[in-house]
């Protein structure tokens, strides 16, 4: 069974670029978070998605991040316009219900120019 | 809000020595309590974990008890290998409708032989 993708692994880009990311979860999982790592410090969880409903977005940063996941299955979460503060390690992580283990991505690094 | 607080790295230790990895919590209620680990090149991985006061969460030769009197959950390992190279994260989740992670900064260990 695949685990769970993430694309592109590494991504470069200048202040003020728009950059999308992509997860894959594991197929049937239900659950889809995002979280991020910013510069060595904590991950911390940006949003959770059940199916394709938004369940809680109270860690996303600002309005210049927008998370979607059309038909349940992969989710993206674009970036526009990235700020310097945006790089780091973003982490999607999945599982098949709510309260079941979260099965994490190797993370997107961004690095913002 | 929920945070937690481990133990600064790096940390470097020669093959069968003993690990010990501070982690305390803040949170409201019963949280669930994790560690995860993430391998060079890899993406997170549940280690243990522990849901209730006293109970210990074991995986690989690793243990740690949830001690809610210290609000703590230290991970421990009697004799590391070099394959336990890793970047190790404490987490807890307060359950109940609500399975977001909260990390602590995560800890470097590298094992030399």
């Known amino acids: 069974e695949a685990g769970v993708t993430q694309f592109p692994s590494h991504s470069v880009i200048e202040k003020g670029q728009t950059v999308t990311l992509r997860c894959d979860p594991i197929?049937?999982?239900?659950?889809l978070y995002w979280y991020r790592r910013v510069m060595g410090k904590e991950i911390k969880f940006l949003l959770h998605?059940?199916?394709?409903?938004?369940?809680?977005e109270s860690g996303m940063p600002n309005n210049r991040f927008l998370a979607e996941r059309t038909g349940g299955t992969y989710s993206t979460l674009k970036v526009q316009p990235a700020e310097l503060e945006d790089s780091g390690v973003y982490f999607c992580?999945?599982?098949?219900?709510?309260?079941?283990?979260?099965?994490f991505g190797p993370g997107t690094r961004l690095t913002v120019t | 809000g929920d945070s937690v607080t481990q133990m600064e790295g790096p940390v470097t230790l020669s093959e069968e020595a003993f690990l010990t990895i501070n982690c305390t919590y803040t949170?409201?209620?019963?949280?669930?309590l994790f560690w995860y680990v993430q391998y060079p090149g890899e993406g997170l991985q549940l280690l243990l974990k522990?849901?209730?006061?006293?109970d210990k969460g074991s995986n690989k030769g690793f243990e740690a008890t949830y001690r809610k009197e210290t609000t703590s959950f230290h991970l421990e390992k009697g004799s590391v290998q070099v394959s336990d190279s890793a970047v190790y994260f404490c987490?807890?989740?307060?359950?109940?409708?609500?399975?977001?992670?909260?990390f602590g900064a995560g800890t470097t260990v590298t094992v030399r032989a």
């Open positions: 197929s049937g999982h239900d659950n």
């Open positions: 998605f059940v199916k394709e409903s938004k369940q809680d």
């Open positions: 949170a409201t209620g019963y949280p669930s």
């Open positions: 992580a999945s599982s098949q219900a709510q309260s079941y283990e979260q099965y």
């Open positions: 987490a807890l989740s307060r359950g109940v409708n609500d399975y977001k992670l909260s």
């Open positions: 522990a849901t209730k006061a006293d």
